[in-house]
């Protein structure tokens, strides 16, 4: 049988593909201290909780194709709040932020066409993009450098004919790196000044761990035809099983064009909209708590890192995702180990490896990607037991 010539081009999530190694070695009654996804430990607001019991319609009904009213109003309340004013028209209700980004690529690009993303990205762009027939121009970043990739020269060298776009995360995942209102700025004159589409993916938006309200792309003005920005309840209130995000723009061609994809998809799922509506009550104490936390588990992660002999990393200033390299040959290679035969009084340690996170073959190999969503106790083993499993490993 013949498959997709895109679906074979992509590849399986390195954030997810250990997961069977995982389970096995759990089975043999490790205990696993999981850096690998994005899953926060932070109790979802009850506010959801009591609007989805509370749900007392009698027919489960299908919800309009572009969102609730009660959401879309709670996302349009919610922007208003940082001082960017927008149309309910200019929102789209997905499935997840991931959903928000699949639509946008697939209203934008076509075969043969490139997007401009600062690597490494979250690695599911890959995919998303070489659905759409186009790939991904990378725009190399290192971690010598903290992964800055704000830099007028080094984009516009990445600009060509099949350029389409540019898209970032910021806060980045899964660098951690957090662009400047001036950064911001640039970026979107850039895309501007080229005629080019600008994706801004700020689900992480809330966290930021420098005292400064992070600076939307959508609180910029005069770049109404180039703005698409992504976004999502499933890591600000720790509602990742929920899967509702949106897609908003200003731009009213590209919404009418994305409609398309959501009349063909019918809706998202009406009880966790309902549910994602009464997430937005939440008060700005529900913010500054969870920022605080993750603050502090930030912390203890660099601590530990600092302490690991020739391990390289950037200190995260968003986001709750940190990248490391490692001084050993290969990170895929090293986590293998790492589940099926290390171990330090049955424990051992699970991350992500980061090649998966670029474009550009053979970048990555020894990187990894930890994310700060557990406890800070279990954080502080993670690292001990990362740096043990180091010096065993390099010793063999």
């Given at each position: 049988m013949k498959f997709s010539s895109k679906i074979e081009k992509c590849t399986l999530s390195p954030i997810r593909k250990f997961g069977p190694l995982a389970s096995e070695a759990e089975k043999s009654g490790k205990k696993i201290y999981h850096l690998?996804?994005?899953?926060?430990?932070?109790?979802?607001?009850?506010?959801?909780?009591?609007?989805?019991?509370?749900?007392?319609?009698?027919?489960?009904?299908?919800?309009?194709?572009?969102?609730?009213?009660?959401?879309?109003?709670?996302?349009?309340?919610?922007?208003?709040?940082?001082?960017?004013?927008?149309?309910?028209?200019?929102?789209?209700?997905?499935?997840?932020?991931?959903?928000?980004?699949?639509?946008?690529?697939?209203?934008?690009?076509?075969?043969?066409?490139?997007?401009?993303?600062?690597?490494?990205?979250?690695?599911?762009?890959?995919?998303?993009?070489?659905?759409?027939?186009?790939?991904?121009?990378?725009?190399?970043?290192?971690?010598?450098?903290?992964?800055?990739?704000?830099?007028?020269e080094k984009i516009e060298a990445c600009?060509?004919?099949?350029?389409?776009?540019?898209m970032f995360t910021n806060p980045g995942n899964p660098t951690g790196t957090v662009l400047t209102p001036e950064e911001l700025k640039l970026m979107a004159d850039i895309a501007k000044e080229h005629d080019l589409f600008i994706i801004g993916d700020e689900v992480y938006r809330e966290f930021v761990y420098d005292n400064e309200p992070l600076m939307s792309l959508l609180q910029l003005e005069g770049y109404e035809e180039n703005v698409i920005v992504i976004d999502s309840v499933s890591k600000r209130f720790s509602a990742c099983g929920a899967r509702i995000g949106c897609m908003i723009s200003r731009n009213k061609d590209l919404m009418k064009n994305a409609m398309k994809w959501c009349q063909g998809r019918l809706c998202a799922p009406t009880i966790d909209q309902i549910g994602s509506a009464a997430l937005y009550n939440v008060g700005p104490e529900y913010y500054d708590a969870v920022r605080k936390e993750y603050k502090a588990r930030k912390d203890v992660m660099v601590e530990g890192l600092s302490k690991i002999p020739g391990l390289i990393y950037s200190d995260p200033k968003g986001a709750f995702y940190c990248m490391a390299k490692l001084p050993v040959d290969d990170a895929e290679k090293f986590l293998t180990w790492l589940l099926s035969e290390y171990e330090d009084n049955g424990e051992t340690v699970m991350y992500a490896p980061a090649s998966g996170f670029y474009a550009t073959p053979g970048s990555g190999?020894?990187?990894?990607?930890?994310?700060?969503?557990?406890?800070?106790?279990?954080?502080?083993?993670?690292?001990?037991?990362?740096?043990?499993?180091?010096e065993k490993y390099n010793s063999k």
């Open positions: 690998n996804i994005g899953q926060p430990d932070i109790e979802t607001p009850k506010e959801m909780m009591d609007a989805i019991k509370n749900f007392s319609d009698p027919i489960l009904a299908y919800a309009p194709s572009g969102g609730l009213p009660v959401l879309v109003n709670a996302v349009q309340k919610y922007y208003e709040g940082i001082d960017a004013s927008l149309d309910s028209s200019d929102i789209l209700i997905t499935n997840g932020g991931s959903e928000a980004i699949m639509m946008a690529l697939a209203c934008i690009l076509d075969d043969g066409d490139e997007i401009i993303i600062p690597e490494p990205f979250y690695a599911n762009y890959n995919t998303f993009a070489k659905l759409t027939g186009a790939s991904i121009h990378p725009l190399p970043t290192t971690p010598e450098e903290g992964y800055h990739f704000a830099d007028r600009i060509n004919e099949h350029t389409r776009a540019i190999t020894s990187e990894i990607r930890m994310a700060y969503v557990i406890n800070k106790e279990d954080i502080a083993r993670a690292l001990e037991l990362l740096g043990d499993a180091i």
